[in-house]
C-alpha cells in the first residue's frame, strides 16, 4: 500500500488479520522497537516478528501475541 493518509489507518486495520515486523538481522535492529509494532498491538492484531529482532521476539513470545520467524527463511 505504501504510503496511506492517516485517515484511513484504523480502516485498513480493521481489515487487517495480522501486522508484520520482519526486519534483517543488523546490530542496529537487535532491540529494535518499532511504532508499527505498537500500532499492531493497539489494532488487536496478532504480529508476526523477526528472531533477529531479540526484544520484539521475546515480548511475542512471553504474551502470546503472535509468531517469531526466521526472517531469512522463505
Keep these: ?5 492517516r485517515s484511513i489507518v484504523d480502516s485498513i486495520m480493521r481489515d487487517s488479520a495480522v501486522g508484520i515486523v520482519l526486519l534483517a538481522d543488523l ?10 509494532f505498537f500500532e499492531y498491538l493497539s489494532h488487536g492484531l496478532a504480529v508476526v ?5 531479540r526484544v520484539l521476539a521475546e515480548l511475542v513470545e512471553m504474551h502470546g501475541w503472535g509468531e517469531v520467524v526466521d526472517e531469512t527463511d522463505a
Design 1 to 5: 500500500m505504501g504510503t496511506v493518509p
Design 49 to 53: 516478528v523477526s528472531r533477529s529482532t
Design 27 to 36: 546490530p542496529n535492529h537487535a532491540d529494535a522497537m518499532p511504532t508499527k
